[in-house]
């Protein structure tokens, strides 16, 4: 049997799968910060274009993807489905393991499917600069790559714990033709203001989403850009599950189980939703989503209405928040640090039909080196998670059942991270309910 199942470039799926008309449960509409009543489509046309805005409300199950979108996507796409068998043997599980690896874009991350077709759609319509935030750097290189494909402007808030600890993403930011700054940082007045009451704040996504946000609002030809969270990400992100499907057919293998890591959602969601209708039609499929106990949003937060962002600028969307005053410890997956869960995932948790897990840390540095010593790669902290919980999942499963999960992206940028977990300095920390209960007395009451 090959290691690595490769799907063919002419077998790359031409549509994204669109699961909004398929949920179970109708997703519950965003709202406008000032006057809670449902925003139309028109609201969100100073920072998005309009053909993302119809993708976030669309009730088509299928979504065409436009052909210089494809042109790009074959730099790195079909990636492969790769059957993790050294893993296996040395977890001496009788189940089968496979990962489907997205660490192979040039940004070594998911992240560029979304980031590609989001800055065609903004060329489109004109669009001349996009700002956006970044919490590990991998979603700021990838709209940086993406920007550079089609010739637009960059402009990056990252996460201020983030840019210090990872010097490359920045150059790499740089390399591309993208400007960075730290945030908190004076460029906008939610910056500046967020400086002045606390000049030693690490940031964090929620803050740097406001910065981008104030930035695009501000001005004639700039938009904004998210790089997770949001309906039409999630969609642009279902290729990652359909080009598995492809690939598990092709071996006569179903899933029993698909894993991912979640920040926002994407790339569980990515992964998951394309299975989504053979769930709903009976198959036992099980969805398992992995956070930090650190930043436990689908765990332990409240499903209700909160801000995607500190200063209130986005529109209330229901989700499991922690809060959007939450500033999360600095853990080293800095792209799980996002006090919220994508609405879509947040809705199909609250049916049951996502199951999410949390786990400290150090216990996912300590899988992804077990990973790392089988199978030779190094995954994103972000990633670890998946690996944790795939490998828990794995010790559970039984010996003929199929594991599957998303490897969103390599760690070969973050190694200070590991130099940490090496030299025993990491904490496994968990949020106290405290601080939960705090941050969540400023949501808004609906
Ligand atoms: C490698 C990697 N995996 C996962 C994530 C989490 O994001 P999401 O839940 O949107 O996939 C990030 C976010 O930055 C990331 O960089």
């Excluded at 036992?284 to 499903?303: D, W």
């Excluded at 949390?358 to 089988?374: G, R, S």
């Amino acid at each position: 049997m090959d290691k690595k199942i490769i799907l063919p470039e002419k077998d790359m799926p031409r549509q994204w799968y669109n699961a909004l008309p398929d949920l179970p449960t109708p997703l519950a509409p965003p709202l406008d910060p000032e006057t809670k009543q449902p925003i139309s489509p028109d609201m969100l046309a100073p920072i998005f274009p309009d053909a993302l805005i119809a993708q976030e409300v669309s009730a088509e199950n299928f979504i065409a993807i436009p052909e210089p979108v494809l042109d790009i996507y074959r730099l790195f796409r079909p990636t492969p489905l790769i059957r993790a068998e050294r893993l296996e043997r040395a977890l001496g599980v009788k189940c089968k393991i496979y990962y489907k690896d997205e660490s192979v874009s040039p940004a070594g991350s998911h992240k560029p499917n979304t980031a590609v077709p989001q800055v065609y759609y903004n060329k489109m319509q004109g669009v001349k600069r996009l700002a956006t935030e970044t919490g590990a750097g991998q979603w700021g290189t990838s709209l940086a790559f993406s920007c550079a494909m089609f010739g637009l402007k960059c402009t990056v808030y990252m996460v201020k714990v983030s840019y210090e600890q990872k010097p490359y993403r920045r150059m790499l930011i740089n390399a591309y033709g993208g400007e960075i700054f730290p945030s908190p940082s004076t460029a906008t007045r939610t910056g500046a203001a967020m400086l002045e009451k606390d000049p030693g704040c690490k940031g964090s996504l929620g803050l740097a989403i406001s910065e981008a946000v104030e930035d695009a609002a501000t001005h004639e030809d700039t938009k904004y850009t998210l790089g997770s969270v949001l309906n039409h990400v999630l969609l642009h992100q279902t290729i990652i599950g359909q080009e598995t499907e492809k690939q598990l057919a092709m071996i006569g293998e179903k899933p029993d189980y698909l894993v991912g890591c979640v920040g926002g959602g994407s790339n569980f969601g990515g992964l998951v939703l394309p299975f989504l209708r053979r769930k709903l039609s009976g198959e036992n499929i099980r969805f398992v989503a992995v956070e930090p106990k650190a930043c436990p949003s689908l765990t332990r937060g409240q499903y209700r209405y909160d801000h995607g962002d500190v200063a209130g600028l986005t529109p209330l969307l229901k989700m499991h928040t922690l809060g959007a005053s939450f500033m999360p410890p600095p853990i080293h997956a800095g792209g799980l640090r996002y006090h919220g869960g994508s609405p879509i995932i947040s809705n199909l948790a609250e049916a049951g039909l996502v199951e999410p897990r949390a786990y400290y840390q150090n216990e996912c540095f300590e899988a992804a080196l077990l990973f790392l010593k089988t199978e030779g790669f190094l995954p994103a902290p972000e990633t670890s998670h998946a690996i944790k919980g795939a490998i828990e999942v794995a010790k559970q499963a039984g010996p003929n059942e199929t594991v599957v999960f998303a490897y969103s992206g390599h760690g070969l940028l973050d190694l200070s991270s590991y130099e940490a977990y090496m030299k025993g300095t990491l904490e496994n920390y968990e949020l106290p309910q405290e601080l939960i209960d705090e941050a969540l007395k400023d949501c808004p009451k609906i």
